[in-house]
RNA sequence: GCUCCCUUAGCUCAGUUGGUUAGAGCGGCGGACUGUUAAUCCGUAGGUCCAAGGUUCAAGUCCUUGAGGGAGCGCCA
């Protein structure tokens, strides 16, 4: 006999039919009703025991956690909490689940003691249903795409270019580390090595993305990336997964309207596909705001909050505005920033990102038109303007509540001599990076991209509050369990 | 990398100014229960107070060092 998913079971009629659903239990109330759930939903399935057709020692083995198979009538549920219930006439016991053992327990436990759990975590109802939105959200992104036409380009993870800038990165090498191959002149000899020169993780798949994108016109990269920086905050990874589209004829403000039009998207498929486990992680929420002060607790529930989100334009401004605001601001003026406000060109802090967002606009915000001192080198320049003190890039950051930067990415540079001028600017090998110029040689044309942070998105959309909370397996500085 | 905080039963925590035998709730275990919804009720076991060193007549409590965890900052997505 086949199983049935719960889920599907729990949307259809009590229609006394014979059925078979197999899952772990959650609950086993009054020796007699099981609380069921097999994953395809936050929901769980009452089986109702038949005493007269199930032996006493099997109703010893279902315990909290136990995997179990449960084969009767789907009938009308008779209590009051569900529509439908399974009389079960037979019961199998697949895996026991000793509780003496079983580090679990059927109530509340601290996410920091379920992040050293990390393999079982997934049994409890606030990640079962967070792994279910993370999916819904990461299909949304690829359906969102390809909606619009877009190519999924898969880019290297292993690359050789160590000029990109975006961070430290973690080196691959076959080379034995305790008595690598030397050269003449003392240093490793990498030409010895599998790749026969050095590589490494990647940090980013925007400069071959801009590659696919010069002939595919739409493209995105959906993959991991890795950065060794030492980074200990609650919202960096030394892996994560990032999205890239990258298209051809772009420009700033085209680039804005699809960040912002991709994160609408996939909020709004999450907010319809995922609501019950959205319901779930916002009582979560609610219950963990309950030991905060009133002042730091959200004005919003999560729910409401998503729709918020969708239902208004983001505000966009330039980076020269957003500092005229800052510096006329109250925290400023009254000296409550620990870093003031003092003049144009430098890179704002994270307390200046959250006073815009969450004080001043109270909406995620679009800055863009960074100096250019403080961003990539691949940024497009802007032409001077009146009222901007100095040279500035067609860069664009997204930021979000609680969360920061979400999105970052720019127009970029597609002429040449302006490429090359910066990068001898800022020390960048023309000569490794002769690929990434030859774009720019050859049929050269505008176009505008940004990165992603997947887990970002996720920690937004679940209102859980430590990144590592959003990855199955998170790999942070000192730690790379499972 | 920097700053601050935490570590007491399986889990979540309380533990007064340093003072007798370290407590609670939940969970576990034993029992009751054929309509429960984190079921309920009765009973019961469970402790290297993170580790090492120090101060003291006396340390869960004070000091030093270390380990593990958390939050904030920087780097960024």
């Known amino acids: 006999m086949q199983r049935i998913k719960i889920s599907e079971i729990l949307r259809s ?46 109703l010893e083995r279902i315990k909290f956690g136990a995997a179990i198979g449960a084969r009767g009538q789907l009938i009308e549920s008779q209590g009051k909490g569900q529509k439908v219930e399974i009389k079960a006439s037979e019961i199998i016991v697949y895996g026991d689940c000793n509780p003496e053992e079983f580090p679990l327990q059927p109530k509340r436990q601290t996410l920091e003691f379920l992040r050293e759990k ?42 050789a270019s160590d000029a990109e800038g975006a961070g430290e990165m973690f080196s691959v090498t076959t080379l034995p580390l305790d008595n690598p191959p030397r050269t003449e002149s003392g240093e490793i000899d990498f030409s010895q090595d599998f790749f026969r020169r050095p590589t490494n993780l990647t940090v980013s798949g ?12 739409d493209v ?91 239902d208004n334009d983001f505000v966009r401004l330039t980076y020269t505005e957003a500092i005229d605001i800052l510096k006329n601001s109250n925290p400023n003026k009254k000296g409550k920033f ?30 863009t038109n960074y100096p250019a001192d403080i961003k990539a080198f691949y940024m497009r320049q802007d032409e001077p303007k009146a009222g901007v003190p100095g040279q500035t890039v067609s860069a664009m950051d997204i930021l979000f509540p609680g969360i920061g930067e979400i999105v970052g990415g720019s127009q970029r540079e597609e002429r040449l001599d302006k490429l090359q001028t910066r990068m001898r600017e800022m020390h960048i090998s023309e000569e490794e990076l002769y690929w990434y110029l030859d774009t720019r040689r050859f049929g050269a044309c505008p176009h505008a991209g940004f990165g992603l942070g997947f887990e970002r998105l996720v920690l937004f959309v679940t209102g859980m509050t ?3 909370d959003v990855i199955a397996f998170p790999r942070y500085p000192g730690s790379a369990e499972f």
Not at 28 to 34: D, E, G, L, M, V
Not at 206 to 217: C, D, H, P, R, T
Not at 340 to 367: A, N
Request: proline share 4%; net charge negative.
């Open 13 to 58: 009629e009590p229609v006394n039919t014979t059925v078979l659903v197999k899952g772990w239990v959650k609950a086993f109330r009054n020796n007699q009703f099981i609380a069921l759930n097999d994953g395809s939903t936050a929901n769980n399935l009452q089986v109702v025991v038949d005493f007269e057709q199930i032996d006493p020692a099997t």
């Open 118 to 159: 990390a393999h079982l975590r997934f049994r409890t109802n606030t990640f079962s249903a967070v792994f279910r939105v993370r999916h819904a959200l990461a299909f949304a992104v690829h359906k969102f795409f390809n909606d619009r036409g877009f190519y999924y380009l898969h880019t290297p993870i292993i690359t």
């Open 206 to 217: 925007q400069l071959e993305a801009e590659l696919g994108a010069m002939a595919l016109g």
């Open 220 to 310: 995105y990269t959906f993959g991991p990336t890795f950065r060794a920086e030492n980074s200990n905050t609650t919202r960096h990874l030394a892996e994560f997964w990032m999205i890239e589209p990258e298209v051809a004829f772009n420009d700033l403000h085209d680039n804005m309207n699809l960040a912002e039009d991709m994160l609408r998207y996939v909020i709004s498929y999450a907010l319809e596909h995922c609501g019950d486990d959205l319901r779930i992680l916002e009582e979560r929420l609610l219950e963990e705001e309950k030991s905060k002060p009133q002042d730091q607790r959200s004005e919003m529930a999560l729910t409401d909050k998503l729709r918020f989100v969708i």
């Open 338 to 367: 620990q870093f003031p406000v003092e003049g144009w060109g430098t890179d704002l802090q994270s307390e200046h990102e959250r006073y815009l967002v969450e004080k001043h606009f109270k909406k995620p915000v679009i800055l």
């Open 466 to 468: 430590n990144i590592r």
